[in-house]
C-alpha cells in the first residue's frame, strides 16, 4: 500500500517499523531522523509542516499522494478535524477513496472533551467514575473545591479540553493547599483554549493502560501497560506525556488481577455499544487509563490515539507474523477479528532520554552523540522523538520535550531494563546530556506495586 502517516514521535516510528513493506509518506512537524531514513526506504518521503492541525495543508497533501491509507495518533490532529477533512474530499470526488483506521473527530471527543467522558461513563457503569464536578465558572469551581475540602478530601483538577499530557494537577504533588488548587482553577477557565476543569477526588492507588486495536465493534486485548509520567525519579517533578513503561510476560501487572483486566475490556466494550447507539463510527486504538483503588478501578482518561510510549511496548510486543499493514486494513473497513493480532510471552520496557528543560522553563537545544547500531547490536530499538540530525551519529533535541526512546524484550521488565541502559552507556557519548529515569522497570520498584 501507499500510506501517508501524520507524526513525528517515538510511537509513530514503532510503527513504521512494521509497515517497512509499504511505501509510506510522513508529515511531521520536525525531520525525525527514524522516519526520515525510513520513509525514503521504503520509496516514499518525509515533508516537515507547520503545525500536525492545520487541516487543510494535510489534506491538499494527502490528495496529492492519493494513497490506499492514512493514518495519525496525534489527538491534536484528531480534534482538529484532520479525519473529517481527508473523508470530505473523498465525498466530494476531490480525490480516491481511502482506508483511515482513525476516529473521526466527533468519535475522538472521548479523549478531548473530558466532560463528554464523564457523561459516557455515567450512563455506562458510573461506579467506574471517581466522584467529580464538571465546571465552567468560578463560582461552580468554588462550589466544588469546597465540597471536598469540608470532607477532607484532596482533588485532582483536570482541563476539560487537550493539554498534551501535561495539565493535571494533583494536591500534594503539584500543589498543596485547596487555595492554590482554586488559584489553578480560574488559570485553566480564563485560558482560550479551554472550556472548563473537572474538579475531581484525588485517587490513591495505581494506575495502568491498555492499547486496544478496534474497529469499533471488536476489541484485540493487549497486555497491560504502566507509565511513568512524572518527571523525576520516586514519582516526583512535574508531569509529562510518558519518561517510560513496562509491561510484564503475562499480559497482567503486580496491582492487576484477572478480573481487573476482564472488567476493564467489558467497560470499553460497553463505551463502544454507547458510541454506536450516538452515531459514532469508532476506529483505531482506545487507550484507556484506569486506576485501582480500594474502592475497585475508576477511569481517569481514555485515549482516542495510541500512547506514547505505551504503544510502543505494545507494538514491539506484537508477534513478528503479524501484518501490521493488513490489521490496519482490517480496522479501517471494519472486519477485525480477536486473533488479527498476537503477543508475544514477553516482558518491555521503554526509557525516553529528554532534554534537561522537558516539562520546565524551555532552553536551548542541545546536541547529542549516539551510535544506533551499537545500540541495535545489544538488542534494543532506538525510536526517536523529538530530535533532528546533524550529521552522521550527530544530533540535537527539538524543543523541550522528549528526545529518543530506548526500549527492549525480556523474560522480565528488569532484563529489559538492563539492557536498555547498557545500550544507553554504550550507545552514547558519555558525558550524557540528556536526562532520563534510571527507575523506570527497575526490579524493587515494580514489586513494590505488588498489593
Known amino acids: 500500500m501507499k500510506i501517508v502517516l501524520l507524526g513525528h514521535m517515538g510511537r509513530d516510528e514503532a510503527v513504521v517499523d512494521r509497515l517497512k513493506e509499504h511505501k509510506l509518506y510522513i508529515l511531521g512537524q520536525w525531520a525525525n531522523p527514524g522516519l526520515v531514513e525510513k520513509s525514503k526506504a521504503t520509496g516514499g518521503d ?33 480534534e482538529a478535524g484532520v479525519v473529517d477533512a481527508i473523508k470530505q474530499r473523498v465525498s466530494d470526488k476531490k480525490m480516491p477513496d481511502l482506508l483511515i483506521p482513525c476516529p473521526d473527530r466527533e468519535s475522538s471527543r472521548v479523549e ?42 484532596e482533588i485532582a483538577l483536570k482541563p476539560r479540553n487537550l493539554t498534551g499530557g501535561k495539565g493535571v494537577k494533583v494536591q500534594g504533588k503539584h500543589f498543596k493547599t485547596y487555595d492554590e488548587g482554586m488559584e489553578y482553577a480560574l488559570q485553566v477557565l480564563a485560558a482560550a483554549d479551554q472550556t472548563g476543569i473537572e474538579v475531581q477526588e484525588k485517587l490513591e492507588g495505581h494506575e495502568f493502560t491498555l492499547q486496544f ?64 447507539t450516538r452515531g459514532h463510527d469508532y476506529k483505531g486504538v482506545l487507550y484507556p487509563t484506569f486506576f485501582k483503588t480500594v474502592n475497585g478501578l475508576k477511569i481517569v482518561e481514555v485515549n482516542a490515539r495510541g500512547g506514547d510510549p505505551e504503544l510502543i511496548n505494545v507494538v514491539d510486543l506484537m508477534e513478528d ?48 552523540e549516539m551510535d544506533t547500531d551499537v545500540i541495535k547490536r545489544l538488542e534494543c530499538n532506538v525510536r526517536f522523538a523529538a530530535s533532528e540530525r546533524i550529521s552522521g551519529n550527530r544530533f540535537r533535541t527539538v524543543g ?34 540528556l536526562e532520563f529515569r534510571s527507575q523506570i522497570a527497575e526490579e524493587e520498584y515494580i514489586k513494590s506495586l505488588a498489593p
Do not use: C, H
Not at 508475544?344 to 522537558?358: C, F, N, Q, T
Open 46 to 78: 518525509f515533508q516537515v509542516i507547520d503545525s500536525v492541525t492545520d487541516v487543510e495543508i494535510i489534506a491538499d497533501y494527502v490528495q496529492r499522494i492519493k494513497p490506499d491509507m492514512f493514518l495519525t495518533n496525534f489527538d491534536s490532529s484528531l
Open 112 to 153: 478531548w472533551d473530558k466532560f463528554y467522558l464523564r457523561e459516557l461513563i455515567d450512563k455506562i457503569d458510573p461506579k467506574y467514575n471517581p466522584k467529580n464536578f464538571m465546571v465552567e465558572t468560578s463560582d461552580a469551581a468554588t462550589k466544588a473545591i469546597d465540597y471536598f475540602k469540608a470532607k477532607g478530601m
Open 213 to 276: 486495536f478496534t474497529d469499533g465493534k471488536t476489541l484485540i486485548k493487549p497486555p497491560a501497560t504502566y507509565d511513568y509520567p512524572y518527571r523525576k525519579d520516586g514519582d516526583e517533578g512535574p508531569g509529562t506525556g510518558g519518561m517510560g513503561a513496562f509491561s510484564m510476560k503475562d499480559g497482567l501487572l503486580p496491582f492487576v488481577t484477572e478480573d481487573d483486566y476482564s472488567q476493564a475490556v467489558t467497560l470499553m466494550k460497553k463505551l463502544l455499544v454507547e458510541l454506536i
Open 321 to 368: 507474523y503479524v501484518d501490521f499493514g493488513e490489521v490496519l486494513k482490517l480496522i479501517a473497513l471494519g472486519k477485525l477479528a480477536e486473533d488479527s493480532i498476537s503477543y508475544k510471552k514477553l516482558a518491555s520496557a521503554i526509557v525516553y532520554l529528554v532534554s534537561p528543560d522537558y516539562s520546565y522553563e524551555k532552553g536551548p537545544a542541545y546536541e547529542f
Open 400 to 433: 523541550s520535550s522528549r528526545t529518543v526512546g530506548i526500549s527492549a524484550l525480556a523474560d522480565t521488565p528488569w532484563l529489559a531494563r538492563t539492557k536498555i541502559l547498557d545500550a544507553i552507556k554504550a550507545g552514547f557519548k558519555q558525558p550524557l546530556k
